[in-house]
């Protein structure tokens, strides 16, 4: 079974400063996805960013950047310019690309930013 | 623009009492899922449906049973509740099949409480 670790359940930022969450997972698979969900107060779920295994280049979405080290079995998410509505529990979470097997998520981790 | 519904957002429960959590979406979605959420332990996989008419297990479905209902609405049911299943439920839905490449949308969350 395929495992995710989020090895920091708390991190802190200095507003507009960049942060680094760490992610590692476990698996024989060669094609899969990963993804990086922020949630909120609020509670609700947002897809933050994805990334296809198949794909050396890192995605980036506006602020949000990943470092995705695929031998190494590494999806660590960089937040630049850290801003107040950042804060959040950031899941990190796996799924392989083939039938219906389904997402498996890490613990997360609870950023907060410093005004 | 409603995306995925839940009700209720909040509930307690006396040990025994049964209820249903409802779900919603109006994303024309394929695939539904249900997941709980507890401190320290990520979502884990309650029940889901691939399809209209499909239901399948999850990683934890024992107490639980759930009906897809049509293709919007996905409810999930505890016969006889258990302190144990005190958590925060989130339903979330994806466009295509129940294939993990496929990001996710979620509702807000319901919080049960189970005395």
Known sequence: ?115 | NAGVTQTPKFQVLKTGQSMTLQCAQDMNHNSMYWYRQDPGMGLRLIYYSASEGTTDKGEVPNGYNVSRLNKREFSLRLESAAPSQTSVYFCASTRGGARSNQPQHFGDGTRLSIL
């Open chain 1, 1 to 115: 079974a395929q495992t995710v670790t989020q090895s920091q359940p708390e991190m802190s930022v200095q507003e507009a400063e960049t942060v680094t969450l760490s992610c590692t997972y476990d698996t024989s698979e060669s094609d899969y996805y990963l993804f990086w969900y922020k949630q909120p107060p609020s509670r609700q779920m947002i897809l933050v960013i994805r990334q296809e295994a198949y794909k050396q280049q890192n995605a980036t979405e506006n602020r949000f950047s990943v470092n995705f080290q695929k031998a190494a079995k590494s999806f660590s998410l960089k937040i630049s310019d850290s801003q107040l509505g950042d804060a959040a529990m950031y899941f990190c979470a796996y799924g392989p690309n083939f039938g219906n097997e389904k997402l498996t998520f890490g613990t997360g981790t609870r950023l907060t930013i410093i005004p």
